[in-house]
Structures are given as structure tokens and as C-alpha cells.
């Protein structure tokens, strides 16, 4: 292999190795920490953020962001219970479908502002989680929608087959999709090279605005779909449901190393980047940690993992 | 010119980066400042010309195209098998005019023809479609023309990743077939497909920009200074690339800013000033002076010189 | 280029915020149907000028081209810090506004040296450290409360009894901070920065004390903001959403006032009527007797307006290649 290869799977293997090094740690605190059941449950709490990430690393690959996280999780766990309330419990199996669509037609709207009009995309969807918590703001405070979790939401999110969570399962297939789609197809090359250089991808005959725009779609449709099996696993959807997951869905896609700035990415760092967070936060809360400390964590987290793997090249003139 | 001899006081020559001589005003004639401006070792460097290209079916016709304050009433006829040169000096509205054909451009005005057919390219992959098949070499291969922390394979099917996917899914197989195939084509020395393009020397990056565009199989390419900032060798082998395409039934539209390349390359040469076709030079009419008395757009009327672009 | 014409164009942005404000403005009043009393002006000034101190904060990181997305949490650490040291006597009270100020300028500096020397993008060094300063607001306040010595509420009151005092503070502000530096060559420096690094880097600039001073400052007003929110509140407050909708709020306001996120055009005057603006809005859905649950969704979709309006031009930009990223 070369050179280059090996330096982008270092960080991977840093974060892997951190990953076991807090498992071993928590051990030597509880033992209960390397039990196997801890360990699924620790894999289902943190397929949530996992599916999340694995949208979001594609639009970061991109050289862009998206800030709507929180408000795009909350609308999907909303809609996926609310449908029930629409169209009567028959239709309930209708909700993560709902959940994928929503997310879909809000990251649209991020999409076309970024591609099209060329806006920012932080301010972009800033300013698109704003509006969109406004709807669900309105929404809930007028018709009080049904927010209690249907069968099939707590089917997907809590039900094991020979003991692994369906979450988990989700997430895996998430991650497959994610995985084959940049490394399989022209929709990953393009992806990758217009992180890099949209300014060359353009010319090169590629209709970049279409790939950013699915892109965005793409992500929308996780983050939904990640707030239908969180509301799920916490048995309602509720306001605010998705604040928690913005910082750590990005720390944990910077954490592998997959730059900010749009470069190269593997999947890999991104689960390692998921599970090391997840295990974090676990540890964290049972070491009774105040609220405030993971807060500082994270950022602390991001602005290291920055300064070693992602640091903004020089633009020299 | 005449600025230069009615300002200068020291007037010094370049060329390809090269300082060529300094000397002070009325020491050397205008012709010994052409002379110094050209140089004289071009002939051999050149493939030999085919010169039976003058009867074929055109590839691009482009009739009285403008855009802006930077082109204006342009017609231009590339014929298949033929390499037409675009001549004058830089920032006459030939980058331009190579963006425009691509489909760059938003404005535009006049008729563009590919293969006799009315076409309108409103992007560059519009312009890569099988009906136009048209591709640009870019003139800044590290900017425009690769994304250097990619691999030179992935650079290198950037543009024809699509066809070796037919299902959705990339045939790695037919990838590394067309890779070994243009390393083959234009010898492009790498020790790996899989190494980031910018590792590579100047003259292979450009090798790499070229056979990025040579798998789209274009029956028209375009060429901004594809020359610039590489050694004699490698340009040579450009060149007698450039003849074998055309030879092989390629439209080529070459813009360059050495006119030993003009002469040596192209079957014809059409010169612009000001955004304006002044001048189109073929056969004999190629010398060195012709070109440079178009370039400044002298042989029309001495007193009525057009206003230049910028 | 010279003479009005061209000082109407150049201050456009600014000029239709003001003329913005006073037109929502004047709605408020009629509507309203009090008149303009006192009690009035000063709700909106002291709401408006809130917003203002923090907007014209974002204003210097965005005019050299960044953001700061740690500005509201810089807002709500100062705040908590304020709710805890302005007590007991007047030279305490003293010295616990120097120690907010420093701290603001602490944010500021932090945040520069990331993107400065760390040549971290500013988005993620900034939306990191607004994550820590969140978790210090916390720390030091983690239910909302604080005694506050009520004579630091001097400053929600009226000068003369006629002049909010708020309002005398963001004419300091912009008398004594803003115009001093829009003249000085730091301050041109960060304009030109954001028009275009590598011409500023050519021309001589100090390049990297532009950008570092320009988040120092943005901590600095941070930071009095925060000073003259406890001021208000006699409490200190860590709280996530306040800090959210401020930073949001502030690049809207930005984005009213004319400034150009890509940098380099556009002033803190500006980013004034557009914070004022914003404020307005929630006035305004309050005559017109329209559900407060809604002024998240009008704020987002002023800012989204905000930003479309400015990027009109991509779309008819002659020349296609004109506005994508280079590769950076």
C-alpha cells in the first residue's frame, strides 16, 4: 500500500484504538462496561447518531455543512408518530416513509439555496433550521399532533433479532448504502471531486448542482429517518428531540479525519468517530459528569481532531 | 509595437520564460525584435503537416458569435482532421471564446453548428453529450483542469466515469483497462495509477488533464495554451498527439500564445484583436510576420486600429 | 466615483435597513395607537439595541470574510459571569466588568488564534468553541438566578429623562469602537482581507493582526452585550436557545444591514438597522395579534430572504464558472 493510504487510515485506527482503550477504562471502573450486553446497548444508542453521520459525511465530503440537523431529526420523529394521527392507525407503517420525505424536502430547499443561489451553506441551513422549527413550533402548538411512538417506530428502534438491536441493523444498512454509493458509483466520484475542486468537476461535464442538490437530499433523508427510530426508542417524538445531535454527528464525522474541507473520506473513521462518541457520552453520564462537561468535550474534541487531521490548507494567491 | 518604441527607453525580450535580450531603443530594428521574439529553432520540433484536410466536412461552424464587450461577429469553421490554430495576442477574447463553444458562458449571441447541426451548449456537460462530443483542455491544468489530491486514476476517468458504469456501479475492470490504455496512449510516466495527480510532473499532469478527455472519445477538443510551463520533449509529444487525433478524424481548435506553434501545428490560423476575427493565415500565408502584424492588428488600416479588449 | 451617487450605492444595504425600520417602525406606532411614549421607545431600544451590540459584533468576523458562530454563547457566558461577579461594592461592581469585558476578550482571542494560527475554518472553530463556552455558562450558572447590585440597572433607563441609555451605549460603541477602527489600518485591513486575501497579502497587509483583532473585538462586544443583558434581566441565564437565536439573529442582522458574507463590503451601521429591524418583528406580530410562537419561523425565513436577495446576481452571472469554489 501506499504512503497515502496509510496516513489517511491512521486517524481510523487512532479512533478505534481510543474506542477500546474506553471500553478498557470503563472496565476497570464497572466491570459491567465489557459485558456484552452493555456493548449492543451501547451499539443501539449510538446507531441513532450513526445514521445521522452517515448523511452528513457526504455533504461534508462535499466542502459543505448542514446546521438543520437538530430541527430536520425532529420533524422526521414528529411526522413518522404524527401520520398515525392523519390517516388512522392503519397507515402507521406509513411514518418513517413520512419521516424520509419531510427530511427529503427541507435538505431540497438546502440544496437548491447552496447549488443554485450559491448561498453559504452554514447560513443557508441555519437559517432553514430556524424556519423549520418554526413550522413544528406552530404545528404542535395548534393541532397537537400525535407524538406517541407507533409498533413499527419501536419495531425499528428497540426490537433485537438474535440480540442485535434493529437499530443497529438500520444503521448497518445506512452504512452500506453510504459506502457503496462513494465508492461504487459516479455519484461518489463526483462527490469527492467536487469536495475537492468544484471548480474543476464543472467543466469536467458534470452537472455539480444535481449531485449537491441529492446530496443534501440524501442527508435530509437520514437525519428524518434517524429522528422516526429515536422516537421509537424513546417510545414519543417530542420538540427539540434532535438539539442533542448536531455537535457530536459532527464531531463524529470530523474525528476520522474526514476534513471539514471536503477531502477524501472513508467509512470507516465515521463509525469509529460514531462508536467513540457514543461510548464517550455513556461513560460520561455514568460517571455523573455534569450536563456541562460533555458540552466542553466535544468542542474540545473538534478543535483537537481539527488542529492534528484538518487544518485549513493556506490559500495562497 | 509602436508603443514599445515610442515609450521605451530599455526594451527587453522574453520568451517561453526566458529572458532573450535586453537593448536600449533604435539598437535593433523592428525585424531583429521579431526575429528575437520567435527565435529561430522550430522546424523539426513539428510533425509534418497532412494538409488534406481542407475539403472535409466541418465539425464546428460558428457564425457571427458575440458575447459582451469580449467577442464580437466571430466566425470560425474547424473541418475534421484539421487543427485550426486561434492566433493574437493574450486577451484578444480567445479564452473566451473557448468557454463560450464549452458552454460556459451565459449571453451569447450567433449560431454555433457541431457536425452541421444547430446546437445550443448551455453547460460543459451539455457539450460532452454524444451529439456535440466536444472537450476543453483548460488552461490552468492546477486549477481548472485536475483536482490534485485525487488519484491519477480517478482524474484521469473524471469526465467518462459514466460510461464505465452503464449499470450505476463502476466496472473496475473496464476502469483500469481505459487507464492502462491512456498511460499506453500518451506514455505518461507514474509509478501508480493510485497516487494523487499532483505528485506528477508538469508536462505528465498535463498528459493526465489530456487523457482525461481523450476517454470521452470528443470529436471536437479544444486546447487553451496546452503548452505553457513544459519542457521541449514533453510539448513534442503533445504535438505529434495532437496530429494523430486529427489524423484520426478530430476537429482540433488550438489556442496558443507561441507563434512557432502556430506555424508548426496548425493547417490554418485565425487571428483575433479586440474580440474580432482580423485575419484567417493558411498555407504560405503562416510566416512570423504575418502572424505578428495580425496580432497587432496592422495590416488592415495603420490609423484605424480597433480598441483593445481591456 | 465620487459624490452621492456613489456613497448611495456603496451604503445601500444599510440605507434600506434604516429605511426598514422606520417604515415597521411607524407601523408598530400606529397600530399600536398609544403614541409614541416613553415607556415604548424604551422596550424597543432596549431590545433593539441588544441585538445591535451582538450584530455589529458578527459584523467584523464577517467583513474579513469569516463568521463567528460563537457569538451568542460568548453573549450567555458574560451574562453568567456578569450574574455572578456585579455585586457588593462600587469598586467590586467595577472590577467585575473589567473581568466580563476581559473575558469577551478572552472568547475573542481564543477563537482568533484557532483560525489565525491554527487555520482552523472559522464555522467549526467557532461552532466548537460556542459548545465550550456553552459548558462554562453552565458551569458557573446551572439554573438561571444571580444577585445583581440593582444599581447596574442605571443602565436600562433614560438620560435626561428623555434618551434610553442604552442607546447613548451603542453610540459609545459605534463612536468610540466602530469609527476608530473602520479608519484605522487594522480596520481597512480586514476589509481588504475580505475582498480579497491574497491582494491584501500583496499589498502589505498584516493579514493575520486584521483577523485576530477582529475576533477580539467581536468578543469585546460579545461581551458587552452580555454586560448590558444582565443589566436588564438582574439574572444571569445559560441558556442554549438565547445563545442559538442570537448567533442566528446577529448573521441575519448582518445580512439586512448590507454586509456581504463573502466578506470585504458593508458596516457595522448597517448591521445596526438590521438588528433593530429584526426586533421589530416580534413587536409587530404583537399588534397584529399574530401567535408569538411564530417569530422563529419569520426570523429564519427574513434571514433566508435576506440571503437569496444578495445572490440574485449568481444566477445571472455571465460567465458560469464565476462563483464555484476554487479548490481550497
Known amino acids: ?317 | 509595437m509602436r508603443e514599445i518604441t515610442a515609450f521605451a527607453d530599455i526594451c527587453s525580450v522574453f520568451r517561453n520564460g526566458r529572458h532573450v535580450a535586453s537593448f536600449s531603443r533604435g539598437a535593433r530594428s523592428g525585424d531583429e525584435i521579431v526575429e528575437l521574439m520567435i527565435g529561430r529553432d522550430y522546424k523539426d520540433v513539428y510533425p509534418d503537416k497532412s494538409g488534406h484536410a481542407a475539403s472535409a466536412k466541418p465539425v464546428l461552424e460558428v457564425k457571427g458569435l458575440s458575447w459582451g464587450d469580449c467577442l464580437s461577429g466571430i466566425d470560425l469553421t474547424v473541418r475534421k482532421g484539421e487543427i485550426v490554430g486561434l492566433g493574437g495576442l493574450d486577451g484578444q477574447g480567445q479564452r473566451e471564446l473557448l468557454l463560450s463553444l464549452f458552454g460556459v458562458l451565459r449571453g451569447l449571441q450567433g449560431e454555433i453548428k457541431i457536425g452541421g447541426e444547430p446546437r445550443s451548449i448551455g453547460s460543459p456537460r451539455g457539450a460532452k453529450r454524444r451529439s456535440v462530443a466536444m472537450a476543453l483542455i483548460p488552461e490552468d491544468r492546477k486549477t481548472e483542469g485536475l483536482v490534485l489530491p485525487l488519484t491519477v486514476r480517478e482524474n484521469i476517468c473524471l469526465a467518462s466515469i459514466g460510461r464505465l458504469a452503464p449499470a450505476g456501479f463502476i466496472r473496475k475492470r473496464e476502469e483500469k483497462r481505459a487507464v492502462d490504455e491512456a498511460f499506453q496512449m500518451l506514455s505518461i510516466h507514474a509509478n501508480s495509477a493510485d497516487l494523487p495527480v499532483g505528485t506528477l510532473s508538469d508536462g505528465n499532469q498535463q498528459k493526465v488533464v489530456i487523457a482525461k478527455w481523450l476517454l470521452t472519445e470528443a470529436r471536437l477538443i479544444l486546447l487553451n495554451d496546452p503548452t505553457r510551463g513544459i519542457d521541449v520533449g514533453r510539448k513534442q509529444q503533445i504535438y505529434r498527439l495532437l496530429r494523430k487525433l486529427a489524423d484520426g478524424g478530430t476537429g482540433i481548435l488550438l489556442y496558443t500564445t507561441d507563434y512557432a506553434e502556430l506555424i508548426g501545428c496548425c493547417d490554418r490560423v485565425v487571428m483575433l484583436y479586440g474580440g474580432r476575427v482580423v485575419r484567417e493565415l493558411q498555407g504560405d500565408e503562416l510566416s512570423e510576420s504575418n502572424i505578428l502584424a495580425a496580432s497587432l492588428n496592422l495590416s488592415e488600416s495603420e490609423t484605424a486600429v480597433g480598441e483593445p479588449a481591456d | 466615483m465620487n459624490g452621492p451617487r456613489f456613497w448611495l450605492t456603496r451604503n445601500s444595504g444599510a440605507i434600506f435597513a434604516f429605511v426598514l425600520f422606520v417604515a415597521m417602525f411607524v407601523i408598530y406606532i400606529v397600530k399600536n395607537g398609544v403614541g409614541l411614549r416613553m415607556g415604548l421607545v424604551m422596550a424597543v431600544a432596549n431590545k433593539g439595541v441588544l441585538l445591535a451590540l451582538v450584530a455589529i459584533a458578527q459584523t467584523l468576523p464577517v467583513l474579513t470574510g469569516g463568521l463567528d458562530l460563537s457569538v451568542g454563547m460568548t453573549f450567555v457566558l458574560t451574562n453568567c459571569l456578569a450574574s455572578a461577579l456585579l455585586n457588593g461594592p462600587p469598586w467590586m461592581i467595577a472590577l467585575g466588568v473589567i473581568a466580563v469585558m476581559l473575558t469577551g476578550v478572552i472568547c475573542g482571542a481564543i477563537n482568533g488564534a484557532l483560525i489565525v494560527y491554527g487555520r482552523l475554518q472559522p464555522i467549526i472553530a467557532t461552532l466548537a468553541t460556542s459548545a465550550i463556552f456553552y459548558g462554562l455558562a453552565l458551569t458557573i450558572r446551572p439554573i438561571p438566578g444571580g444577585t445583581i447590585d440593582p444599581v447596574v440597572s442605571i443602565l436600562t433607563t433614560q438620560l435626561f429623562g428623555v434618551i434610553p441609555t442604552s442607546l447613548v451605549v451603542l453610540l459609545a460603541v459605534v463612536l468610540i469602537v466602530w469609527v476608530p477602527f473602520q479608519l484605522s489600518m487594522t480596520g481597512r485591513g480586514c476589509y481588504a482581507v475580505g475582498s480579497s486575501e491574497s491582494a491584501a497579502r500583496m499589498t502589505g497587509i498584516n493579514i493575520q493582526r486584521s483577523r485576530l483583532t477582529a475576533y477580539i473585538l467581536c468578543g469585546l462586544l460579545a461581551s458587552l452585550a452580555g454586560l448590558l443583558l444582565t443589566a436588564m434581566t438582574l439574572s444571569g441565564d445559560a441558556s442554549v436557545s438565547s445563545g442559538g437565536t442570537y448567533t442566528l439573529s446577529s448573521i441575519a442582522a448582518v445580512v439586512i444591514g448590507g454586509t456581504s458574507l463573502m466578506g470585504g463590503t458593508g458596516g457595522a451601521i448597517g448591521s445596526i438597522f438590521g438588528a433593530f429591524v429584526l426586533r421589530n418583528v416580534s413587536d409587530l406580530l404583537f399588534v397584529f395579534d399574530i401567535d408569538p410562537l411564530v417569530e422563529p419561523f419569520i426570523q429564519g425565513l427574513i434571514l433566508l430572504a435576506a440571503v437569496s436577495l444578495g445572490s440574485v446576481r449568481v444566477l445571472r452571472a455571465p460567465n458560469r464558472l464565476q462563483f464555484l469554489g476554487v479548490g481550497r
Open chain 1, 1 to 317: 500500500m501506499t504512503p497515502v493510504l496509510r496516513a489517511a487510515d491512521r486517524p481510523v485506527l487512532i479512533a478505534f484504538g481510543f474506542v477500546v482503550l474506553l471500553i478498557i477504562l470503563g472496565g476497570l471502573y464497572n466491570p459491567q462496561f465489557l459485558s456484552a450486553f452493555y456493548l449492543l446497548q451501547q451499539l443501539q444508542v449510538a446507531s441513532f447518531l450513526g445514521i445521522i453521520a452517515s448523511g452528513l459525511m457526504v455533504v461534508i465530503l462535499l466542502g459543505h455543512i448542514d446546521l438543520s440537523i437538530p430541527w430536520v431529526v425532529t420533524i422526521g420523529g414528529m411526522t413518522a408518530t404524527a401520520a398515525t394521527g392523519w390517516w388512522g392507525e392503519p397507515f402507521a407503517w406509513l411514518g418513517p416513509l413520512v419521516a424520509i420525505a419531510s427530511g427529503s424536502v427541507i435538505r431540497l430547499a438546502n440544496g437548491l439555496g447552496v447549488a443554485l443561489l450559491r448561498i453559504p451553506s452554514m447560513v443557508f441551513t441555519l437559517g432553514m433550521n430556524a424556519v423549520v422549527q418554526g413550522i413544528v413550533v406552530m404545528y404542535t402548538g395548534a393541532n397537537a399532533p400525535v407524538d406517541r411512538a407507533t409498533p413499527i417506530l419501536k419495531w425499528l428502534a428497540v426490537h433485537e433479532t438474535f440480540h442485535v438491536p434493529h437499530a443497529a441493523i438500520v444503521w448497518a444498512i445506512f452504512g452500506l448504502l453510504v459506502v457503496l454509493m462513494l465508492g461504487r458509483t459516479p455519484f461518489g466520484r463526483y462527490v469527492c471531486a467536487i469536495g475537492n475542486s468544484e471548480r474543476v468537476t464543472y467543466p469536467s461535464g458534470v452537472n455539480t448542482r444535481s449531485i449537491l442538490i441529492a446530496a443534501f437530499i440524501a442527508s435530509g433523508a437520514c437525519s428524518a429517518f434517524s429522528g422516526a427510530v429515536l422516537a421509537g426508542y424513546a417510545g414519543k417524538a417530542y420538540q427539540a428531540m434532535g438539539d442533542p445531535y448536531l455537535l457530536p454527528a459532527i464531531a463524529a464525522v470530523v474525528l476520522r479525519g474526514t476534513s471539514i474541507l471536503g477531502e477524501s473520506g472513508s467509512y470507516p473513521g465515521t463509525i469509529a468517530g460514531v462508536i467513540l462518541i457514543t461510548v464517550l457520552d455513556s461513560i460520561l453520564s455514568v460517571a455523573q459528569i455534569p450536563e456541562a462537561a460533555p458540552q466542553i468535550i466535544y468542542g474540545a474534541i473538534i478543535i483537537g481532531m481539527m488542529l492534528v487531521y484538518g487544518r485549513a490548507r493556506r490559500t495562497e494567491g
